[in-house]
């Protein structure tokens, strides 16, 4: 990718932080005025070691440039090892990313507690640049893709549908 498709480009990322740190981190950005991208979807969570390889790799599938964690400081998680648990799924997850060929690069976690509204806002910072410089995800979804209904239909006995893999109803 060139300069200029990369100073035209805003990626698209999607941030997963837990209901304390993570979140009061983002409060504390925002109380005192603190910018930060707009370009990043938040999803709280009740704590990062509800991170689940799945949820990472379902956001790039739904299109995301790049995907990335905040988490309680390291020895400090709410819910004792949960922080340390889910960096280990995250690290499952990079690994995935690099064999599939999208990345590992597009994927991090950020620890810090609900006093640094500076570090939040950094982080989104920091993912944007980094994401600016890789490109777009290149298993994202076509523009052409987006306006076509997705019926929820299993083709296959073994196919996964919808979010999460949920299959439909026997009804439907």
Request: with cysteine; proline share 6%.
């Amino acid at each position: 990718m060139n300069s200029q498709q990369s100073s035209n480009f805003e990626p698209e990322i999607t941030a997963f932080y837990c209901i304390y740190c993570g979140y009061m981190a983002a409060d504390t950005a925002g109380i005192q005025q603190i910018q930060y991208p707009a370009n990043i979807k938040f999803i709280r969570m009740p704590c990062t070691g509800k991170t689940d390889v799945r949820y990472l790799l379902e956001a790039f599938e739904q299109g995301a440039d790049g995907v990335y964690v905040v988490a309680c400081p390291i020895g400090n998680c709410h819910h004792v090892r949960g922080n340390e648990r889910g960096l280990a799924r995250l690290n499952r997850a990079k690994a995935i990313l690099d064999e599939i060929g999208i990345g590992g690069d597009r994927l991090e976690m950020f620890f810090m507690s609900g006093s640094q509204g500076h570090s939040f806002a950094m982080a989104a910072h920091e993912m944007t640049e980094r994401i600016r410089k890789l490109g777009p995800n290149p298993i994202k979804p076509q523009k052409s893709d987006v306006g076509v209904p997705d019926t929820g239909r299993i083709e296959g006995p073994d196919e996964e549908v919808g979010w999460r893999g949920r299959r439909p109803h026997a009804t439907e």
